[in-house]
């Protein structure tokens, strides 16, 4: 065979031994081309796929000023423990927040606990608060109440205002927070 081979490549003359060559180099070179190609098309996809994760991270992990303008806006949220420590937590920063706003923190009242028809095995632990205040510390509570982590919701909300004086009212609030 090596015999036969060598006959052949010695009847051939130059002119077709260089078409050879470059036909060889000319399939070499559409091998590399598309070997090229496809490591082209998938670095490129590489390159796609790497920037959409850095926007998904970007968006996950804002700048810090983002950030806390999202943890303002994002009301905090404490799980749930046992009712006695719950009410008392609860008590204690609600009793805070009336402080925080300048209201007299009067005696907090603990209405009964009741089945919380929202989430099933959490009880509502409920606080009412009756006093008198100014209108612009009400306003104050009411904004402040949703950095309180105990709070679940305003269950009653009554407001009397003073005849004489349009700015002192009356004070009716019921809280609740979760318990276990």
């Not at 943890?71 to 046992?82: D, G, H, R, S, Y």
């Not at 006695?84 to 007299?104: V, W």
């Not at 909300?157 to 318990?179: G, M, P, T, W, Y």
Request: glycine share 4%; with cysteine; net charge positive.
């Amino acid at each position: 065979m090596l015999i036969m081979k060598k006959i052949m490549l010695e009847k051939i003359n130059e002119k077709d031994k260089r078409a050879l060559k470059i036909g060889a180099v000319c399939i070499a070179a559409i091998m590399v081309f598309l070997l090229a190609k496809s490591w082209i098309d998938h670095w490129s996809q590489i390159r796609t796929d790497l920037a959409e994760l850095r926007n998904d991270l970007a968006f996950i992990n804002p700048p810090e000023a983002k950030y806390q303008g999202l943890k303002m806006i994002v009301p905090v949220f404490e799980m749930p423990q046992n009712e006695k420590d719950q009410a008392f937590l609860f008590r204690d920063s609600f009793g805070k927040q009336l402080k925080d706003a300048g209201i007299k923190a009067g005696p907090l009242q603990f209405l009964p606990t009741i089945k919380s028809r929202v989430s099933p095995g959490y009880k509502l632990r409920r606080l009412r608060y009756k006093g008198k205040c100014q209108f612009a510390q009400m306003l104050d509570l009411l904004a402040g109440l949703k950095k309180n982590p105990y709070l679940v919701t305003i269950e009653e909300f009554e407001l009397k205002c003073d005849q004489k004086n349009r700015q002192d009212i009356e004070l009716d609030l019921v809280v609740s927070a979760f318990a276990r």
